[in-house]
């Protein structure tokens, strides 16, 4: 997501906190039933289902191609969040904070960890992606630092004492960088201290890169568990639907 898609995200997720937590300040038994209430309902129904056509469309590839002819996968994507934050914002003003019949109760509690699993998933793995690009390119820059050093040592006269650094040793590392490797041997200003924090550096890099991995792979699975997670709440959303029209048809009659 982008940082404005990721704030607005943001915002209708705690939204959608704030209100499952009205449960404890408002109960309205009667409002689910009411007009209001059910057209809240079925609108919340409606927007919850395109995250289903969204999961149907990128995993069937005649229909990918048909749909992307159209309509970007980036565009569905964003529909796909908003609508499963805003529809199950609506199926919580729907219940009235009525909480009363199993089914009502598995089914939020379902709807919402489906919709704080699929937000935070996706932020978490996005946000690994970017830290673990940012400590490979920093690792490969104290790599290319080290290997000057290791040169500008060998080259540099016996009786020729080396200078510490002053100041931040790693940024004088990285500025290090951007100089020729004959001003780098020309003004070698590196001692066995120096040399010891940039290897220490370097570990802790290495070190924080093989954690991200490990993450990474852990959250593999995250996609697979949310997928199973949502199949199971529209499970239990059929059921409520068909519960609702049944009992509601047969108190008109």
């Known amino acids: 997501m982008r940082d404005r898609e990721r704030v607005i995200a943001s915002g209708l997720v705690t939204l959608m906190l704030v209100l499952w937590l009205g449960f404890f300040v408002h109960r309205s038994p009667r409002f689910a039933g009411s007009l209001a209430g059910g057209v809240l309902g079925v609108s919340g129904a409606i927007l919850m289902l395109v995250p289903l056509g969204y999961l149907f469309v990128k995993r069937i590839p005649p229909l990918r191609g048909w ?7 980036a565009t569905l994507l964003t529909w796909h969040i908003y609508a499963g934050i805003i529809g199950p914002i609506l199926a919580l003003l729907h219940t009235g904070h009525k909480f009363e019949s199993p089914l009502g ?15 935070t998933g996706r932020y978490l793995m996005n946000q690994l992606s970017q830290n673990m690009q940012e400590k490979r390119e920093m690792l490969t820059e104290l ?7 290791g040169g500008a040592m060998r080259d540099a006269p016996k009786n020729e004492r080396l200078r510490r650094p002053r100041g931040n040793v790693m940024s004088w590392w990285v500025s ?4 020729s490797g004959q001003e780098f041997r020309r003004d070698p200003r590196l001692d066995d201290v120096g040399l010891i924090q940039l290897v220490d550096a ?9 954690t991200h991995e490990s993450f990474r792979r852990w959250f593999g699975n995250w996609l697979k568990a949310h997928i199973v997670i949502s199949l199971a709440f529209y499970g239990l959303l059929g059921l409520h639907v068909w519960a609702a029209v049944y009992f509601g048809l047969r108190w008109l009659s």
């Open 143 to 149: 790599e290319i630092v080290y290997r000057q050093a």
């Open 105 to 119: 109760i598995a089914l939020t509690a379902m709807m919402l960890i489906v919709v704080l699993s699929g937000f």
């Open 176 to 179: 290090a960088l951007f100089a």
């Open 202 to 210: 370097m570990a802790d890099l290495e070190y924080a890169v093989k």
């Open 67 to 73: 749909s992307t002819s159209h309509v970007s996968m």
